[in-house]
Every structure is written in structure tokens, then in C-alpha cells.
């Protein structure tokens, strides 16, 4: 492989093959190199003025061929500024995925970003918003009917509820209990899953007790025994 310099400063490397060909045939590489064949008769100080002079197209190929290979996920990068998310108490590395489905996924073990504009940070931020807020609201409605289902095995019947998630300043968590309401901040989605069902628990008693009473207490203790194991890791985070 060898390397020319444009006047400009710009580069063109090109693998060279001696073939019978008829004179010099050229392609531009994924890799960003120009393969170039030609037949002996041809010099090396021929070839490389026949690649300056067609300079530009080559480096209009190469820009082709970087984007279709970004189209089709083979170029891959780590979130430039979105670093990693915070969800249900792991740390989740950010991969952005180049194409044009614009949303995010949270995996097992990682937050996918399918987008064109990667390196739009505020962008990409809002992307994974979304996806938290969606898969959050998914496991609320999840640990409701745990909830639920443990109270009525209980013998207790919880009345119709509509769960809502809020970005609240300085609460976890609230109960209407007149009017079948419970908000729970978006922010325990930091927290591991246990500590979110801590907050249900916690909301849910309200139904039965209304104040902070040892009766209030001993009932969610019943009911969800490791109550203050998950619920003190929200300790002073307000
Ligand atoms: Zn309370």
C-alpha cells in the first residue's frame, strides 16, 4: 500500500496489482484505500498522476461508501455525551446504531439509540427519555398487579386505581385515595425494581391507613416485609 499527498494535504492511498488488464482499472474501497490494477506497461508515476487528478471522485466514493455502511449498521458509536442511563439501579452503557428508525430500546445490558443524528446530543437524551418513560410505565403497570393481586389474596380489595408517572420534586410517590389515584415519579426508574414496588406498597397502604401511624406501617410491613430494605435507598435523595 502506498500513500500520496494531495497539494491540498489530503490523502489517497492505493493498492497496487500488476494484472494483464488493457491499461488501469480502479475501485474505491470500503477501507478507504483504492484498489488499482494495472498491466506492467504502465508506470507507477502514471498511475498515481491518473489518482490525483481523479481525486475528488474518489473521495466522493469513499464518502458513499462510509454511509452505506453506516445505513446498514455497520458503523457504530458510543454516545458521545449521553454516556450511560441510569434504569431500575445498573448503569446502562448508551451504543447509537446509525438509521433512520429514530427511537431508543432498552436492552438487557445496554440502551440501543437507532438514529441519524448521533451527534446530536440533546437529541439522542430526548430519544432515551421517551424509551425510560415507556418501559417505566410498563413496569408500573406490572408491579400494580403484583400488588393488587397479593392484596386480593389477602382478602383485601383495593379499589380501581389509575397509576400516573410525574417528574416530581420532592416526593417519591402519592395517593388520592378518594379518588382512586396514585402518582409515582419517574424518577425511581434510577432505582432498582424493588424500590419502585416499595412505593407502590407504600402508596397502596394509604388506601387502608391515611396518615404515617404505626398501624400505617405495621400493615405495609405485612404486606411487603422488605418494605425498608429497597425503600432506604431513597434516603435523602431529595
Ligand atoms: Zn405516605
Keep these: 500500500m502506498k500513500t500520496i499527498t494531495l497539494p491540498d494535504g489530503r490523502e489517497i492511498t492505493y ?56 445505513e446498514s449498521g455497520l458503523s457504530e458509536t458510543i454516545a458521545p455525551n449521553a454516556q450511560s442511563v441510569r434504569w431500575l439501579g445498573q448503569d446502562f452503557p448508551v451504543r447509537v446504531i446509525p438509521n433512520s428508525r429514530e427511537c431508543a430500546v432498552i436492552d438487557e445490558n445496554e440502551v440501543r439509540v437507532f438514529t441519524r443524528r448521533g451527534d446530536e446530543a440533546e437529541y439522542v437524551t430526548a430519544l432515551i427519555k421517551t424509551a425510560r418513560e415507556r418501559r417505566f410505565r410498563a413496569l408500573c403497570g406490572e408491579l400494580d398487579s403484583e400488588v393488587r393481586g397479593e392484596l386480593e389474596k389477602r382478602g383485601f380489595s383495593p379499589p380501581p386505581t389509575v397509576i400516573t408517572i410525574k417528574d416530581m420534586k420532592s416526593r417519591w410517590g402519592s395517593c388520592s385515595y378518594t379518588r382512586g389515584h396514585i402518582s409515582l415519579n419517574i424518577r425511581l426508574a434510577a432505582y432498582p425494581r424493588s424500590t419502585v414496588l416499595s412505593v407502590l406498597w407504600h402508596e397502596y397502604a394509604h388506601y387502608w391507613h391515611h396518615d404515617h401511624s404505626e398501624r400505617f406501617y405495621a400493615f405495609l410491613l405485612e404486606m411487603f416485609p422488605e418494605y425498608r430494605k429497597w425503600n432506604n435507598l431513597l434516603k435523602n435523595n431529595f
Design 15 to 70: 493498492e497496487l496489482t500488476r494484472k494483464r488488464v488493457r491499461n488501469i482499472n480502479f475501485r474505491a474501497k470500503e477501507n478507504g484505500v483504492v484498489a488499482v490494477s494495472a498491466n506492467s506497461r504502465v508506470s507507477v508515476r502514471e498511475i498515481e498522476e491518473f489518482l490525483i487528478q481523479r481525486a475528488e471522485f474518489f473521495f466522493k466514493a469513499f464518502e458513499r461508501l462510509k454511509k452505506r455502511a453506516e
